[in-house]
Nanobody, 126 residues
Framework: QLQLVESGGGSVQPGGSLRLSCAASGGRLDYYAIGWFRQAPGKEREVVSCISNNSGLRTIYVDSVKGRFTIARDNAKNMVYLQMDSLKPEDTAVYYC??????????????????WGQGIQVTVSS
């Protein structure tokens, strides 16, 4: 049973940066495609970015974060990261990491996964 724990959230001004981390335990993360999802108040959970399993050669980003967010994985540490730069108020949401034994494309097709983290708040406000 894989457990996922997010960290690195918080409050930042527009234009600032945060790096979210997703730490896995209870299994090897490299078997899984990993995704970051977010949910803003009153909205549905949406995909942000996904990375393929093993070496993570394939990455996917939703259009609204392309060029600003970067997903990466460190299998030796059983960690996945989301570097978020040039943050905007519309990026405010609870962010979740998720794991699925599938392709990154399948994981990013919708908010379905085998395992979810508990979520972490990101607030972008002046």
């Amino acid at each position: 049973q894989l457990q996922l724990v997010e960290s690195g959230g918080g409050s930042v001004q527009p234009g600032g940066s945060l790096r979210l981390s997703c730490a896995a335990s209870g299994g090897r993360l490299d078997y899984y495609a990993i995704g970051w999802f977010r949910q803003a108040p009153g909205k549905e959970r949406e995909v942000v970015s996904c990375i393929s399993n093993n070496s993570g050669l394939r990455t996917i980003y939703v259009d609204s974060v392309k060029g600003r967010f970067t997903i990466a994985r460190d299998n030796a540490k059983n960690m996945v990261y989301l570097q978020m730069d040039s943050l905007k108020p519309e990026d405010t949401a609870v962010y979740y990491c998720a794991a699925r034994r599938s392709s990154a494309t399948a994981l990013c097709s919708g908010p379905t996964a085998d395992y979810w983290g508990q979520g972490i708040q990101v607030t972008v406000s002046s």
